[in-house]
């Protein structure tokens, strides 16, 4: 609801307040829900990391879908009674962009870079006992940045909310094959490939098996230590 309604029932005339207000729906969420992904291709990123097993991940990935499909239809409804403005959701535009190549393109980088947002502020930075408020601000800017830079198909950056607006919006599941490629097969591909990134760097497993090259960032602290 934080995330969605700034802009539109929050702060409708005051672009930087609705920022924050959208930040602080970030911020509560995860500290609300114990720190859940909300978002399949993070669920499949840290799958790949082995940060989680099969079963978590299919947990977090249905209980982010059914609470998309509820979230819609009850704001809806809030709209309806109060009188607000009705709220939007992501939207692929095949009328320019026929092939979704361009905006699966811009979900894939749009997810790449919010994946490697979340592994520098959650496993390399340490901002000491406020760790947790600073490093969730800074995803909460980072992520309002990639939605201002990457607008072509919303951005969604998160294949429920792509999925679950377009069965609110239109009564059912999308029959275009192009709305998947968009938000889940480029989204989730996007994330992969950060997570491949990752374990070059880090050195951990990707998808349970050691890379063959790496970890660059023992390596590094190797030449450090040696100068």
Same mark, same amino acid.
């Given at each position: 609801?934080?995330?969605?309604?700034?802009?539109?029932?929050i702060f409708a005339?005051?672009?930087?307040?609705?920022?924050?207000?959208?930040?602080?729906?970030?911020?509560?969420?995860?500290?609300?829900?114990?720190?859940?992904?909300?978002?399949?291709?993070?669920?499949?990123?840290?799958?790949?990391?082995?940060?989680?097993d099969y079963d978590?991940?299919?947990?977090?990935? $249905?209980?982010?879908?059914?609470?998309?499909?509820?979230?819609?239809?009850?704001?809806?409804?809030?709209?309806?009674?109060? #009188?607000?403005t009705a709220l #939007?959701?992501?939207?692929?535009?095949?009328?320019?962009?026929?092939?979704?190549?361009?905006? $699966?393109?811009?979900?894939?980088?749009?997810?790449?870079?919010?994946?490697?947002?979340?592994?520098?502020?959650?496993?390399?930075?340490?901002?000491?006992?406020? +760790?947790?408020?600073?490093?969730?601000?800074?995803?909460?800017? #980072?992520?309002?940045?990639?939605?201002?830079?990457?607008?072509?198909?919303?951005? $969604?950056?998160?294949?429920?909310?792509?999925?679950?607006?377009?069965?609110?919006?239109?009564?059912?599941?999308?029959?275009?094959?192009? +709305?998947?490629?968009?938000?889940?097969?480029?989204?989730?591909? #996007?994330?992969?490939?950060?997570?491949?990134?990752?374990?070059?760097?880090?050195?951990?497993?990707?998808?349970?098996?050691?890379?063959?090259?790496?970890?660059?960032?023992?390596?590094?602290?190797?030449?450090?230590?040696?100068?």
């Amino acid at each position: 609801g934080l995330t969605f309604s700034p802009g539109k029932w929050i702060f409708a005339d005051n672009l930087y307040a609705a920022w924050v207000v959208h930040a602080m729906g970030v911020v509560a969420a995860d500290k609300i829900g114990g720190g859940q992904h909300v978002n399949p291709a993070v669920s499949v990123t840290m799958f790949a990391l082995g940060k989680c097993d099969y079963d978590e991940m299919y947990a977090r990935i $249905a209980g982010a879908m059914g609470g998309g499909l509820v979230a819609f239809p009850l704001f809806k409804a809030m709209t309806d009674t109060l #009188g607000w403005t009705a709220l #939007g959701g992501p939207e692929y535009g095949p009328a320019s962009d026929e092939s979704g190549s361009i905006s $699966a393109w811009s979900e894939f980088t749009a997810t790449l870079l919010l994946l490697v947002l979340i592994y520098v502020v959650n496993w390399e930075l340490n901002f000491g006992k406020f +760790h947790y408020w600073i490093k969730q601000t800074l995803t909460a800017v #980072g992520i309002r940045a990639l939605i201002e830079t990457f607008p072509k198909a919303g951005p $969604a950056m998160n294949p429920m909310l792509g999925t679950t607006w377009a069965v609110f919006a239109y009564g059912g599941f999308p029959d275009d094959y192009r +709305h998947y490629l968009v938000y889940w097969v480029a989204a989730i591909l #996007g994330g992969v490939a950060s997570a491949f990134g990752y374990a070059v760097y880090d050195g951990c497993p990707f998808f349970g098996k050691s890379l063959p090259f790496g970890p660059v960032k023992a390596k590094a602290a190797k030449k450090v230590k040696k100068n």
